[in-house]
């Protein structure tokens, strides 16, 4: 059973970088078939995607968001990482960590769901 | 980007009902439709993928269908733990987008 867990500062000053790390167990991040999430859902919101990342360490992000964002991958130490820069009020949610799956579409290795997902973090950001 | 459209946004039902929510997308998204189920400080677990695919571990009165631009889920016989809110989420194309949610509670 795949487990995953964030970790990071739960308040973030406006202006500054949020900062989360996701660790998973009970699998590889280096197998492939896989893209590693980031998710979050603002207070009584729905949820909104935030980006994807594979093992090579291709990154994949929502455009609305895309200019502030960076994830990145530690393939030794099982973990992926999303860092978010000049956040805002707007930023407050609770992030999730997912596992997505992919499959072939089209000759594309696309992803078709998340199966298993962290419990979630509250980072609220204010001064 | 799609919109996911869900239906109703709350709804009311009774140990043993059969209830039904539904999705539209704003576009096309041939079958690439999931639907996840969120307790109160949980996270989402899914529950159908690809349209109609049940994922392991999830009982068979769940069960969903669609294609194209209308989706649904169906529970076929709510038990007490069903009632919860329910998000279905389009795969399609990126940005990946969710419904807004619909919120199942006990009459």
């Known amino acids: 059973q795949v487990h995953l867990q964030e970790s990071g500062p739960g308040l973030v000053r406006p202006s500054q970088t949020l900062s989360l790390l996701c660790t998973v167990s009970?699998?590889?991040?280096?197998?492939?078939?896989?893209?590693w999430s980031w998710i979050r859902q603002h207070p009584g919101k729905g949820l909104e995607w935030v980006g994807s990342?594979?093992?090579?360490?291709?990154?994949y992000y929502n455009p609305s968001l895309k200019s502030r964002l960076t994830m990145s991958v530690d393939t030794s130490k099982n973990e992926f990482s999303l860092k978010m820069s000049s956040v805002t009020a707007a930023d407050t949610a609770v992030y999730y960590c997912?596992?997505?799956?992919?499959?072939?579409?089209?000759?594309?290795?696309?992803?078709?769901?998340?199966?298993?997902w962290g419990q979630g973090t509250l980072v609220t950001a204010s001064s | 980007d799609i919109q996911m459209t869900q239906s109703p946004s709350s709804l009311s039902a009774s140990v043993g009902d059969r209830v039904t929510i539904t999705c539209r997308a704003s576009?096309?998204?041939?079958?690439?439709v999931n639907w996840y189920q969120q307790k109160p400080g949980k996270a989402p677990m899914l529950l159908i993928f690809?349209?109609?695919t049940l994922q392991s571990g999830v009982p068979s009165g769940f069960s969903g269908s669609g294609s194209g631009t209308d989706f649904t889920l169906t529970i076929s016989s709510l038990q007490p733990e069903d009632f919860a809110t329910y998000f279905c989420?389009?795969?399609?194309?990126?940005?990946?987008?969710f419904g807004q949610g619909t919120k199942l509670d006990i009459k």
């Open positions: 990342i594979d093992y090579f360490g291709n990154t």
């Open positions: 009970g699998g590889s991040i280096s197998s492939g078939g896989f893209y």
């Open positions: 989420q389009q795969t399609y194309s990126v940005p990946y987008t």
């Open positions: 997912a596992r997505g799956i992919l499959v072939l579409r089209s000759s594309n290795w696309l992803l078709s769901h998340f199966d298993f």
């Open positions: 690809t349209a109609s």
């Open positions: 576009q096309d998204v041939s079958r690439y």
